[in-house]
């Protein structure tokens, strides 16, 4: 059991990737928050995970709110007592549309859910992190670790202008926090999933015809899909302690379709 003890907030725990972090974390013995939006099939999934080495909590609320954001992690604390491991995993698509297209509500939508949320949660536990740990030195090993999901789309152009530009916009925000805390011994890495079988295309708004003929382009490449559980071991490997000295880095699971 790799994680021992630890108090971790995963959101976007109810599907796909985020259900894969959660159940693999508990079974390594981390005590996790699972935030979702989708309160029922949330509260099944805790009520299943109750006999894993890890306890459970159920958070119900939309990560684009701050009362989530906030809440999520003082709810690890009091649950816990403590807390270790921020995984912003909750995200959504847009509809493919170039710029010229797009409109100011899935702009707005996307980046709220994609941006203002993760960045929100990533004040609060760095915040948290500190004074949790106030005799913590200069250059002391991990006193927290911050994991987002950011999505190839931060780099390749594999969505709209508002995904691929608000997964951008936190792949920034994620070598910003490991350069400013970099002597404080908070980590931020970035895990950039390729394509992974979930609920993301069912749930993604219908596809601007115009831009999915230019972002279908892309697959080309790669028809290698991969599964949420390999998105998940990535997380588990850079929450672990033994993954110290790697901050600031951007860890694609693509199965190389973006090496071209
Ligand atoms: N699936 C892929 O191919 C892929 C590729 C690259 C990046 N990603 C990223 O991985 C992350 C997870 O994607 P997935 O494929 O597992 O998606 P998914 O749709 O299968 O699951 C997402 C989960 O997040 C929850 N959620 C959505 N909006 C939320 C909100 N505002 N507040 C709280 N919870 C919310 C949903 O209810 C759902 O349970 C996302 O950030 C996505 O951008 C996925």
């Excluded at 928050?33 to 119900?60: I, M, S, Y």
């Excluded at 809440?71 to 009091?78: S, T």
């Excluded at 991990?142 to 530009?165: F, L």
């Excluded at 951008?168 to 070598?175: D, E, F």
């Amino acid at each position: 059991m790799e994680l021992e003890g630890k108090s971790v907030v995963v959101t976007g725990a109810a599907a796909g990737i985020g259900n894969a972090v959660v159940e693999l974390f508990l079974d390594n013995g981390a005590n996790v928050v699972a935030v979702d939006t989708q309160g029922e099939r949330l509260e099944n999934l805790c009520e299943e995970w109750a006999d894993k080495p890890g306890r459970v909590v159920a958070f119900v609320g939309d990560v684009s709110e701050e009362a989530t954001t906030d809440g999520m992690i003082d709810a690890a604390i009091e649950n816990f007592g403590t807390f270790d491991v921020l995984v912003n995993n909750a995200g959504v698509m847009d509809d493919n549309t170039a710029i010229g297209d797009m409109s100011d509500e899935m702009m707005e939508h996307v980046f709220a859910v994609n941006t203002y949320g993760p960045m929100r949660a990533m004040r609060k536990a760095v915040n948290a992190f500190v004074a949790l740990n106030p005799d913590a030195e200069e250059d002391d090993e991990t006193i927290g670790s911050i994991i987002n999901i950011v999505s190839v789309g931060a780099v390749h152009q594999t969505a709209g202008a508002s995904y691929c530009a608000s997964k951008g916009a936190l792949l920034s925000a994620t070598k910003n926090t490991a350069f400013m805390y970099i002597h404080k011994g908070i980590r931020c890495n970035a895990i950039c999933p390729g394509g992974i079988i979930t609920d993301l295309p069912i749930t993604m708004p219908t596809a601007n015809d115009f831009g999915f003929s230019r972002t279908s382009e892309l697959l080309v490449h790669s028809s290698l899909l991969g599964m949420p559980e390999d998105v998940a071991n990535a997380a588990l490997f850079l929450a672990k302690d033994d993954s110290h000295f790697i901050n600031g880095a951007v860890l694609n699971v693509d199965g190389a379709w973006t090496v071209f």
